[in-house]
């Protein structure tokens, strides 16, 4: 299906996300915190990234501004956070409040695969 990475600093949401998103077919790596998860998305290819946005050393705010300055800034960004007011909007494809249904977060994934990566863009920003 697709491959995604998923950064958040809290294990059990990592673990989490890894077993329910590879039940689904996709195929999911995990970082821990910020920077390990900007190494991986420089050093990967990836669908789709999705990170929390409060984490130590690199927030969310900060993973998604190097995906958009980078050459494949096009790669579809979601926002998840018990804090969704300290998200800056304009990085992000989408966002989900935690806590969320893992049904929401599917049908985030599979609309944002739905169209090309400049489509989601331009509709989130647009």
Same mark, same amino acid.
């Given at each position: ?67 958009? #300055?980078?050459? #494949? ?24 409040? #935690?806590?969320?249904?893992? #049904? ?23």
């Amino acid at each position: 299906m697709s491959t995604i990475l998923v950064i958040d600093d809290e294990k059990g949401i990592l673990q989490l996300m890894h077993e329910a998103l590879t039940t689904y077919g996709h195929k999911v790596e995990t970082a821990d915190d910020g920077l390990e998860g900007i190494r991986k998305f420089d050093d990967g290819c990836f669908d789709i990234v999705i990170t929390d946005v409060r984490m130590p050393v690199i927030d969310g705010n900060g993973v998604a501004a190097h995906i958009r #300055k980078s050459e #494949k800034q096009c790669i579809p960004v979601i926002g998840i956070s018990g804090t969704p007011w300290l998200l800056e909007a304009d990085n992000f494809d989408m966002v989900l409040s #935690k806590p969320f249904p893992l #049904k929401q977060l599917l049908n985030c994934i599979r609309s944002l695969l739905s169209v090309s990566p400049r489509m989601a863009m331009g509709a989130q920003t647009g």
